[in-house]
C-alpha cells in the first residue's frame, strides 16, 4: 500500500475557481511531518508548509490552506480563488520516525491546470 | 533555510556515457539526499550521502550505477554511469534543515539520455 496517496492525477479549473487538492498518508508513527511541495514547469521543488502531527489547527496562508483531519489520515489542500501562476505539479510528502525524519516518501502528485 | 545550488541545470546525454552532478549547499549539513523523479512520476529517495562514510542506497539503487561522493559538509556529487534512455529523470539533491523536520531541494539536474 502506498504510504502517501494523491487519487487526484490531474485536475483542471477555470482561473477564480476554488480547488482541494487531496492527500491521504499511512503510517504507524505517532510522531510525523507532512508536507505539500508545489513542482512548477521549470522542475524545482517549492516548499509550501510543514505539519507535525500533533498539530491538527487548520493552516491558512493567503489563498492557501490545509486541512489536517488525524482521524481520515488525510492533509488536504485548498486554493482559493486560483490564478494560472498556480499551475505545476503538487507533491504531498510524509517524513517518519524511521528515517529520523530525514528522508520524505512522496506521493504521486496532482497536476494542477488553472486555464485563463 | 538552506539554500541548495545545483549543476548542471540540464544536459543532453548519449548512451553509454557518464554523467556527474553537483550539490552545493550554503550551510553545513550532516546528510546530504539525492532523489529522482522519472518523467511523470513522483520523487524517489536514491540514496544518502553522510560525509566520511559511504553512501547508503535505497532498495533498486547500487553504487556501481550511481555513486556517489561527500568530500565535506558542503558539498555532494551524484554520478548517473553508462546511462540509457531509462535515466532520463530529474534527478534533485536535498538536506534537512537543523530541525531535521524540513527538507530543502535544489532546482534539480534534467537529464535527458539520446
Known amino acids: 500500500a502506498q504510504k502517501v496517496t494523491q487519487a487526484q492525477t490531474e485536475i483542471s479549473v477555470v482561473e477564480k475557481e476554488d480547488v482541494t487538492l487531496d492527500c491521504v498518508y499511512e503510517t504507524r508513527d505517532t510522531t510525523y511531518y507532512l508536507f505539500w511541495y508545489k513542482q512548477p514547469p521549470s522542475g524545482e521543488l517549492v516548499f509550501l508548509i510543514r505539519r507535525n502531527s500533533f498539530d491538527e489547527q487548520n493552516e491558512i496562508s493567503g489563498r492557501y490552506s490545509w486541512n489536517f483531519q488525524k482521524s481520515t489520515s488525510s492533509f488536504n489542500f485548498t486554493i482559493t480563488a486560483s490564478q494560472v501562476v498556480d499551475s505545476a505539479v503538487y507533491f504531498c510528502a510524509l517524513s517518519e520516525e524511521d528515517s529520523g525524519y530525514s528522508t520524505l516518501t512522496f506521493g504521486k502528485g496532482t497536476m494542477l491546470l488553472v486555464s485563463p | 533555510s538552506a539554500v541548495i545550488s545545483q549543476k548542471p541545470s540540464r544536459d543532453i546525454c548519449q548512451r553509454g556515457t557518464s554523467l556527474t552532478i553537483q550539490c552545493q549547499v550554503d550551510s553545513q549539513v550532516t546528510m546530504m539526499f539525492w532523489y529522482r523523479q522519472q518523467p511523470g512520476q513522483s520523487l524517489t529517495l536514491i540514496a544518502t550521502?553522510?560525509?566520511?562514510?559511504?553512501?547508503?542506497?535505497e532498495s533498486g539503487f547500487v553504487i556501481d550505477k550511481f555513486p556517489i561522493s561527500r568530500p565535506n559538509l558542503t558539498f555532494s556529487t551524484l554520478t548517473v554511469s553508462n546511462m540509457s534512455p531509462e535515466d532520463s529523470s530529474i534527478y534533485l539533491c536535498?538536506?534537512?534543515?537543523?530541525?531535521?523536520?524540513?527538507?530543502?531541494f535544489g532546482q534539480g539536474t534534467r537529464l535527458t539520455v539520446v
Open positions: 550521502a553522510n560525509q566520511g562514510s559511504e553512501a547508503t542506497y
Open positions: 536535498s538536506v534537512v534543515g537543523p530541525l531535521n523536520t524540513e527538507a530543502f
